[in-house]
């Protein structure tokens, strides 16, 4: 039987594995988080005042492939998915869909009868045997005939050079290209809803914030007020090793100024996210070395930061096993 091995659980990794297993292809999707998603990202933090639960990473999906909307519209129809209340128009192309629970009830569904191993910590891969195997941090081993790589490029072409794999002078040129932008997303957990926020998120094109949403108005925290800030990349590009207190405390100091006095807080969480924003991806939906089996780049440094530009990406990588390598 052909096989893959995806090494990476979110938007990209997920489309790539389900429409390979579909096929009858043998995959295994390898993650070293608790659970998948990736960028799909949901967090619940417990209080004594009741559960908050925020998505911290993609805050909605747009959808225009013809596929993913029939994912997309099969989703809503079984009452999983939903357009951001208020900030919608139903079923059109600049719909917002969110996970009821979360957008990582996304990843979830993707991930349904597949078989993924999370906390697997990849460190090192090689070919031997016509076969490519992949080593984690712990001794355990996979192997299979393909590999498609999803992690952010930075990380993945880490990865190839511990595993003392060489690039070609025109892959490193066409890779050097990708720049991705870090996040800084804050949580705060609070007693009393900013009013600002009660018919949806604020989107700001200026200063070191440019996100600020209510989980409780989005549906997905109904105990408690639960919202998500993110800074902009230049800010958590210039203060990312800052300490965590120095961030916190001006991300509230600005969210002040656009939301008004923010009532008693229990709850604060940062979150760095250092591979967030693909500010310059790649020009094609995909990446294939060249070795002498299939090892493909995908996720979403190739096409854009949308979570559609990695369903895209995941899409293009599986299609292209399936016509090249797999018939």
Known sequence: MNSCLIIGAGMAGLTAGRLLAEKGIDVRILDKGRGVGGRLATRRIESPKGNGVFDYGAQFMTVSDPLLQKWVFKWNNEGYIEPWPLSAEPNGPRTRWIGKNGMRTIAKLLAENLKVHTRVHIIKLEYQDEQWWVYDKTGLSFHADSIILTAPVPQALDLLHTSQYSLTEDEQRSLAQIVYEPCFALLLMMDQSPEKLSTGPLELEHGSIRWIADNKQ??????????????????????????????????????????????????????????????????????????????????????????????????????????????
């Open 218 to 327: 989005k549906g997905i925290s109904p105990q408690r007020i639960a919202v998500t800030l993110h800074a902009s990349p230049e800010f958590t590009r210039h203060h990312f090793d800052k300490d965590h207190k120095w961030v916190i405390d001006h991300m509230i100091d600005v969210a002040v100024s656009y939301i008004g006095k923010i009532n008693v807080i229990d709850t604060v969480q940062l979150h760095r996210w250092r591979f967030s924003l693909v500010t310059k991806p790649f020009s094609k939906p995909f990446f294939s070395l060249s070795t002498p089996r299939p090892l493909i780049l995908a996720g979403d440094g190739f096409y854009g930061a949308r979570i559609e530009s990695a369903f895209l990406s995941g899409k293009a990588g599986a299609e292209y096993l399936l016509l090249n390598y797999f018939r």
